[in-house]
């Protein structure tokens, strides 16, 4: 689960890291009442959207004066912000994040998160902040630093007084990050994140460290044990069918594809993406239906899948186990009839009841295609899209 920028700066600022105040407007009507509890006379105004490249599409400006700072709320406030990480339909902007401005000598990144191949916590730092920290890896990997930390020990300081050294920090600073990077490792720990970012991480012309931006995302398996992190969950910044699987314990993530998959198990699902590539298609979503999937469950996936516009047919790829075959062939027939399906169905079925789940499509008269195996399958369903999409043009 990711949050908002000023969510994470709240977060990171309860854990003792230091951050440029803000204040967040829903509303235009609000913004000279918010804006007096700010102490500085020149402003940022930033778009609050689950994703990175604010900048370059527009939705961070500048402004030195509460006049500019206000024109661009207005212009910000309602906007749709497009960048590469939200896609051509780009984001409603419905908060602004207004900060006051920082006086900036330099930029640093810092970010700590999980390097599974160590089964180590990282730091990652880098001289090269505000920037996107990818590219920086791929073109000046150099400039890239990484402190590992054993999860059995901890956090230490000399961990800190490394990273001070490979960012050439000033001596003075250190202590101030002790304090930043042990508020990201308590956080990180006791909030069960998955990354915990600041870019940039600044030196104030003061001489002080400051997060100026930050990014803070969290564990959805482990959001049962937090719910005040929970509660900073914004449905409007996430996909409305995820939202609605989520609501019936299905794990659905949408795709750009043709080929809509209905599998259980994430495995047998990933699989079952790879072997529709391979055959010249394109899975439209991913979505595992689990092992003890109901006809409700199995009818509420046909919905999700349907409800995207640009999906000319549908696999169903179950190997019953815990799963029965029965179970999901009836699923499947419910639903076709309830929804109305129009487009082509191939339904490979193996496992627990076997029988059972052919014999109750076979006698569905609906036209659902048989497969008795993934190749076949695959093959199939990619053919008929294919013929589905070009005869509904």
Same mark, same amino acid.
């Given at each position: 689960?990711?949050?908002?920028?000023?969510? &994470?700066?709240?977060?990171?600022?309860?854990?003792?890291?230091?951050?440029?105040?803000?204040?967040?407007?829903?509303?235009?009507?609000?913004?000279? $009442?918010?804006?007096?509890?700010? $102490?500085?006379?020149?402003?940022?105004?930033?778009?609050?959207?689950?994703?990175?490249? $604010?900048?370059?599409?527009?939705?961070? %400006?500048?402004? %030195?004066?509460?006049?500019?700072?206000?024109?661009?709320?207005?212009?910000?406030? !309602?906007?749709?912000?497009?960048?590469?990480? +939200?896609?051509?339909?780009?984001?409603?902007?419905?908060?602004?994040?207004?900060?006051?401005?920082?006086?900036?000598? #330099?930029?640093?990144?810092?970010?700590?998160?999980?390097?599974?191949?160590?089964?180590?916590?990282?730091?990652?730092?880098?001289?090269? !902040?505000?920037?996107?920290?990818?590219?920086?890896?791929?073109?000046?990997?150099?400039?890239? &630093?990484?402190?590992?930390?054993?999860?059995?020990?901890?956090? #230490?300081?000399?961990?800190?007084?490394?990273?001070?050294?490979?960012?050439?920090? =000033? =001596?003075?600073?250190?202590?101030?990050?002790?304090?930043?990077?042990?508020?990201?490792?308590?956080?990180?720990?006791? #909030?069960?994140?998955?990354?915990? @970012?600041?870019?940039?991480?600044?030196?104030?012309? @003061?001489?002080?460290?400051?997060?100026?931006?930050?990014?803070?995302?969290?564990?959805?398996?482990?959001?049962?044990?937090?719910?005040? *992190?929970?509660?900073?969950?914004?449905?409007?910044? @996430?996909?409305?069918?995820?939202?609605?699987?989520?609501?019936?314990?299905?794990?659905?993530?949408?795709?750009?594809? +043709?080929?809509?998959?209905?599998?259980?198990?994430?495995?047998?699902?990933?699989?079952?993406?790879? *072997?529709?590539?391979?055959? !010249?298609? !394109?899975?439209?979503?991913?979505? =595992?239906?689990?092992?003890? &999937?109901?006809?409700?469950?199995? +009818?509420?996936?046909?919905?999700?899948?349907?409800? =995207?516009?640009?999906?000319?047919?549908?696999?169903?790829? *179950?190997?019953?186990?815990?799963? %029965?075959?029965?179970? *999901?062939?009836?699923?499947?027939?419910?639903?076709?009839?309830?929804?109305?399906?129009?487009?082509?169905?191939?339904? $490979?079925?193996?496992?627990?009841?076997? @029988?059972?789940?052919?014999?109750?499509?076979?006698?569905?008269?609906?036209?659902?295609?048989?497969?008795?195996?993934?190749?076949?399958?695959?093959?199939?369903?990619?053919?008929?899209?294919?013929?589905?999409?070009?005869?509904?043009?």
């Amino acid at each position: 689960m990711n949050i908002h920028e000023y969510q &994470a700066k709240n977060l990171l600022k309860s854990f003792g890291v230091s951050v440029n105040e803000g204040v967040v407007i829903e509303k235009i009507s609000d913004f000279e $009442r918010k804006i007096g509890t700010l $102490r500085s006379g020149s402003y940022v105004v930033k778009a609050q959207v689950h994703s990175g490249g $604010r900048g370059k599409a527009g939705g961070v %400006k500048f402004a %030195k004066t509460k006049a500019d700072a206000l024109e661009h709320a207005k212009n910000i406030l !309602g906007m749709t912000l497009v960048t590469p990480q +939200t896609g051509p339909q780009g984001k409603l902007v419905q908060k602004i994040l207004v900060t006051e401005a920082a006086d900036i000598a #330099k930029e640093y990144y810092l970010s700590f998160l999980i390097d599974r191949g160590t089964c180590k916590y990282v730091y990652i730092g880098s001289t090269e !902040g505000g920037v996107e920290i990818e590219k920086v890896a791929e073109e000046t990997p150099d400039k890239i &630093a990484k402190i590992f930390v054993d999860p059995v020990g901890g956090f #230490k300081a000399y961990h800190a007084v490394d990273m001070a050294r490979a960012l050439k920090l =000033d =001596d003075t600073v250190v202590k101030e990050l002790i304090s930043i990077m042990k508020g990201m490792y308590d956080l990180f720990t006791q #909030k069960d994140a998955s990354l915990v @970012e600041i870019n940039p991480l600044i030196m104030t012309k @003061e001489g002080h460290l400051m997060a100026i931006d930050a990014k803070v995302g969290f564990d959805g398996n482990a959001l049962y044990r937090h719910p005040d *992190i929970l509660e900073l969950r914004d449905l409007n910044e @996430e996909d409305p069918n995820e939202v609605q699987a989520s609501k019936f314990d299905l794990s659905y993530i949408k795709l750009d594809g +043709t080929i809509g998959c209905l599998v259980n198990g994430a495995g047998l699902a990933m699989a079952t993406m790879d *072997i529709v590539k391979f055959y !010249g298609g !394109g899975p439209a979503n991913f979505l =595992d239906v689990g092992g003890s &999937a109901s006809t409700e469950k199995v +009818t509420e996936a046909f919905k999700i899948i349907l409800s =995207d516009p640009n999906v000319k047919g549908i696999l169903v790829n *179950i190997f019953g186990g815990i799963m %029965k075959c029965d179970i *999901i062939a009836t699923g499947i027939v419910e639903a076709s009839k309830a929804l109305g399906v129009k487009v082509p169905i191939v339904a $490979r079925l193996d496992g627990t009841n076997i @029988e059972q789940g052919k014999r109750i499509l076979a006698e569905s008269e609906l036209k659902i295609i048989p497969a008795s195996s993934m190749k076949e399958a695959a093959e199939r369903v990619v053919k008929e899209a294919s013929a589905h999409g070009h005869s509904s043009r």
